[in-house]
């Protein structure tokens, strides 16, 4: 493949370069591919997304470096803190007062998430340092592949809440102790000023860049409408700017955008639909992200020794999460069923957890391939595996309402009863 494009780099030279054409021909393959699993095989778009990225990467596809870098790595932020921002203003911070057991939830699955992934890789030898990386990653749902698999099934209920706001709230911690751990992998000082420093300053950047953002935007809906083309070009150059300003100044530039969610949805309580505009725009970004990381997954060394490790991390992962959510169910306010349902939905990893292991690869030439060799198959393993069970789950749940398919067959669970 690598001779095919040499060929034609030398005789096609567009304004804009080759990787573009050759990034927007993969764009359009996977949207069709997108379509034509959801709409023959009731299979969400993310399984077409995941799978034209693979085997492009399976062929050798250059256009993705790693550790991403440069327009690469922006463009994967940009789409994650969409994504959260959009799912930070779905969630009202009063609602903990009222059920704080749900904040318990949250807790309880990250932390035995961590736990179990970092003994389990203990138990596989492998170093201290590579597997409490892997289980930081491993905290993190992914809110990307959730909100694509309730929009393709039109899904609305207990569950889908649920794993929606436990999926953000695992995010935020991720991203925090990610990106200071990131700049203490080669650090020795042990004493607890040196730990809680980055995480202040991680949080402290990312609260006040979205702070900032979320204030520039209420000011904006004063004399904007939220139907506006004009607001959510706002919108999505606003956020843009937040994600650079961010990764800048040393903060998170996902959590920014949650953060930035979270708040303005406090401060404009009235809902507002995001415009048309700004769905295509992002879902354009979204499927970028999964494209990007099905074609960097795809290129890493897989082995039969990675193997096992990948299976064993996700199945430490998945077990945590269910044990997580079920032990802190009670007075949570959604029933043992629903909460067994809405663990099984937190099994997705994708665009958030390649931006976790891209900082750590950046942040350690020696450690970095080591933690991306397993990581890597691992997301892509979960965002096509996690994409069909979090259908499933909403299906079982009865909380989809999406359309039987062309070929006249309804998928399992979608009639209601």
């Avoid at 379509?35 to 993705?64: C, D, E, N, W």
């Avoid at 700004?278 to 897989?302: C, E, I, R, Y």
């Amino acid at each position: 493949m690598d001779e095919f494009m040499a060929i034609w780099g030398q005789w096609l030279k567009p304004s804009a370069g080759l990787p573009t054409v050759q990034w927007s021909l993969l764009l359009a393959l996977a949207a069709a591919a997108g379509h034509l699993v959801q709409r023959h095989m009731a299979l969400p778009k993310v399984v077409g997304y995941s799978a034209v990225g693979a085997i492009a990467g399976i062929l050798g596809f250059t256009g993705a470096a790693w550790p991403l870098q440069g327009i690469g790595l922006f463009l994967l932020e940009l789409g994650v803190s969409v994504v959260l921002f959009e799912t930070g203003g779905r969630i009202a911070l009063r609602w903990f007062r009222h059920n704080p057991m749900v904040l318990l939830q949250s807790v309880l699955e990250a932390a035995l998430t961590y736990v179990a992934v970092y003994f389990t890789l203990r138990w596989f030898d492998v170093r201290p340092s590579v597997a409490d990386a892997l289980a930081l990653v491993a905290m993190a749902s992914s809110p990307a592949v959730l909100s694509r698999v309730v929009t393709d099934v039109r899904a609305a209920g207990p569950v889908t809440e649920r794993a929606i706001v436990l999926s953000a709230l695992g995010a935020l911690y991720a991203l925090t102790l990610v990106a200071a751990r990131a700049g203490l992998m080669h650090r020795e000082e042990t004493d607890l000023f040196a730990l809680l420093y980055p995480v202040a300053v991680v949080l402290g950047v990312s609260v006040a860049v979205g702070a900032t953002l979320a204030l520039v935007l209420r000011f904006a809906l004063h004399f904007m409408s939220p139907n506006s083309e004009n607001t959510s070009i706002l919108l999505i150059a606003s956020i843009a700017a937040g994600t650079a300003v961010a990764s800048h100044l040393g903060g998170s530039a996902a959590l920014a955008g949650l953060l930035a969610g979270l708040v303005l949805k406090q401060i404009h309580p009235r809902p507002w639909a995001w415009p048309r505009q700004l769905g295509t725009a992002a879902s354009l970004l979204v499927m970028l992200s999964f494209v990007l990381v099905s074609v960097v997954a795809a290129q890493a060394d897989w082995n039969p020794g990675v193997a096992g490790l990948v299976l064993a991390l996700v199945g430490a992962r998945t077990l945590a999460k269910l044990a997580g959510v079920l032990l802190a169910n009670p007075g949570s306010g959604t029933s043992w069923r629903q909460a067994l349902m809405t663990g099984w939905a937190m099994s997705p990893m994708s665009s958030l957890a390649l931006l976790l292991v891209s900082q750590f690869a950046s942040a350690s030439f020696t450690l970095g391939p080591r933690i991306a060799s397993i990581a890597l198959p691992a997301i892509l393993l979960t965002e096509v595996l996690g994409a069909v069970i979090a259908t499933f789950v909403l299906h079982l749940a009865r909380e989809s309402s999406q359309p039987e398919p062309t070929n006249g067959t309804a998928p399992v669970g979608a009639q209601r009863a």
